[in-house]
């Protein structure tokens, strides 16, 4: 067997997709793995490029990339992430080719890219690994599309199936890596990992088991937590809609009256542009300030792990991305689950009807049915019943990720195959 400190002249390529989402879990990996002895290198856009600060035993490595204005303003995911293939492939193949060449015959050799999955260009002939920043529950939907949509069940755009296409296509990969554990996704993972001859490695959460320096593109306002510090335990509805998902004002206007009216103190990120026809928090509605001086704490962008995390928050209204999702069950807090688009709907279904640790709040939002969420999960019986589980689960996860655990189980033999490839 290989020694650890042997490792450090096996150098891995990490190749994240340039968003919020996708680059966390990519950095959290990069954290374990340099843990174990690997050195690292992000290869990375210069758009949404993660800020090398915080680590800096990696190498990062820059891939010009181009992204057409119109595209990135389009709001159009599949266009936006077919453009960033297309615009990427050339330049990250330059940057892995004179990788190779400065190495020469040293030892010091790329032994493995990992790359998301939505970052599909070729790896030379280099070994490689595909990671998977979503969830399993959701790729076994994905890999149903293409049949539902040929008996007409699902009559998405092209650019969306080849989005899809391209997320369930592995190529050359030696292993598929999932950012879950057993204890949410086992069999959702026997029953996928039929379609595929490559080995899964459920590693999660990542953000508990290597939790990397600040992943964050915008900056963390941590005075929350400090108001945070004043609120009763459990008393706190936590909201944010992550770094996509965008409302216009009537919606802002029922959410923020729908938050006021339901007496209970809130810590609610708007993420700046995330209001349509506004900078930031301009289009709030008259007498909105006044009347939460008390119960209310507005920021821009929060330090959410750390948010989750804290004794006060009961429970957190969120769009169910993946990420979030994790953060949050991890910390045993249930949710008011609203859905926008493309995984985040799986995502609440299994909060609400597998893991029963969320309620989903469906329609056209409306405050009064906004007031009445709040109080079912912060304050009634079936909110504390979801307490319970979501803390259940936060036990069996903090179980998976130690020793004889599952995940950690899983991240040694990880680091065995990277080892032997
Ligand atoms: N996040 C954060 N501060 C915020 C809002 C979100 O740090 O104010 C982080 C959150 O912790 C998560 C990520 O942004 O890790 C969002 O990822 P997710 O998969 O939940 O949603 P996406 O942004 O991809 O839609």
Redesign the pocket.
């Known amino acids: 067997m290989e020694e650890r400190g042997q490792r450090s002249n096996r150098r891995l390529v990490l190749v994240p997709c340039p968003?919020?989402?996708h680059i966390?879990p990519m950095l959290n990996l990069g954290s374990l793995l340099h843990s174990k002895g690997f050195s690292i290198v992000i290869a990375h856009t210069n758009f949404n490029h993660p800020d090398p600060s915080g680590f800096p035993n990696f190498t990062f490595a820059s891939i010009p990339d181009c992204l057409p204005k119109d595209v990135l303003s389009s709001g159009d995911a599949a266009a936006l992430f077919a453009s960033l293939n297309t615009n990427c492939e050339g330049p990250l193949y330059q940057v892995l080719s004179d990788m190779v060449e400065k190495d020469g015959a040293t030892e010091n050799k790329i032994s493995c890219v990992i790359y998301d999955t939505l970052m599909y260009s070729h790896y030379m002939k280099l070994p490689s690994m595909a990671l998977r920043t979503g969830s399993i529950s959701n790729q076994l939907v994905f890999s149903e599309l293409p049949q539902l949509r040929k008996e007409g069940y699902f009559p998405s755009k092209e650019p969306m199936m080849q989005l899809i296409a391209t997320i369930l296509d592995i190529r050359t990969s030696s292993a598929i890596l999932w950012n879950t554990a057993d204890c949410l996704e086992k069999q959702l993972s026997n029953q996928l990992q039929k379609q595929y001859s490559v080995p899964f490695f459920l590693l999660g959460p990542l953000h508990k088991v290597a939790p990397a320096s600040s992943t964050?593109i915008l900056e963390?306002e941590t005075d929350c937590l400090l108001w945070l510090d004043k609120q009763a335990d459990d008393s706190v509805v936590y909201v944010?809609l992550?770094?996509?998902?965008s409302m216009d004002e009537g919606e802002f206007a029922e959410t923020a009256w729908g938050l006021a009216n339901s007496g209970q103190p809130f810590l609610w990120?708007v993420?700046p542009g995330s209001v349509r026809g506004s900078e930031w928090i301009e289009l709030l509605p008259g007498g909105f300030k006044e009347a939460t001086q008390e119960t209310g704490c507005l920021?821009r962008?929060?330090?959410?792990?750390d948010v989750l995390a804290h004794r006060a928050v009961g429970g957190f209204w969120t769009?169910c991305?993946?990420?979030?999702?994790l953060?949050s069950i991890s910390e045993g807090v249930p949710m008011i689950c609203r859905p926008c688009f493309m995984d985040q709907n799986v995502n609440a279904r299994y909060l609400c009807h597998v893991w029963r640790v969320g309620l989903e709040l469906e329609g056209d939002l409306d405050q009064k049915e906004i007031e009445q969420a709040v109080r079912r999960l912060m304050v009634e019986e079936e909110g504390k019943e979801m307490r319970l589980r979501a803390a259940a689960f936060k036990d069996q996860i903090e179980l998976s990720i130690r020793k004889g655990g599952s995940s950690h189980a899983a991240i040694e033999e990880l680091v065995n195959l990277i080892i032997s490839l």
């Open positions: 968003f919020q989402g966390t964050s963390e944010s992550g770094s996509m998902v990120v993420r920021v962008w929060a330090p959410q792990k769009h991305g993946w990420n979030s999702t953060e």
